[in-house]
Nanobody, 118 residues
Framework: QVQLVESGGGLVQAGGSLRLSCAAS????????MGWFRQAPGKEREFVGR????????YYADSVKGRFTISRDSGKNTVYLQMNDLKPEDTAVYYC???????????WGQGTQVTVSS
């Protein structure tokens, strides 16, 4: 079955950096665009960014543009979220998701907690 497993979350001070990883299995990785989302306590899940399936074309939410970078390694079936200059408002559970066609995301990971202290 399809599995998306996030890792790399943790506690970091404001201004610091973290790199999240999302390892995919059970699917043809090159056939899916990959997205990152986050959900803070008491808030709805929000889009963070996305990388297209066969190119390095990326899209980001305005709130993270210039600070976060998404990349993918097809040899490792892994997508990354490099987060720099972290702010307390970036505190959330971060999820990766796989999307075969435009619209809904087909598969979701279990999430990894990121906490940024001020």
């Amino acid at each position: 079955q399809v599995q998306l497993v996030e890792s790399g979350g943790g506690l970091v001070q404001a201004g610091g950096s973290l790199r999240l990883s999302c390892a995919a299995s059970g699917l043809t990785f090159s056939g899916y665009a990959m997205g990152w989302f986050r959900q803070a306590p008491g808030k709805e899940r929000e889009f963070v960014g996305r990388i297209r399936r066969t190119s390095d074309l990326t899209y980001y939410a305005d709130s993270v543009k210039g600070r976060f970078t998404i990349s993918r390694d097809s040899g490792k079936n892994t997508v990354y979220l490099q987060m720099n200059d972290l702010k307390p408002e970036d505190t959330a559970v971060y999820y990766c998701a796989a999307q075969k066609y435009a619209g809904e995301y087909d598969y979701w990971g279990q999430g990894t907690q990121v906490t940024v202290s001020s």
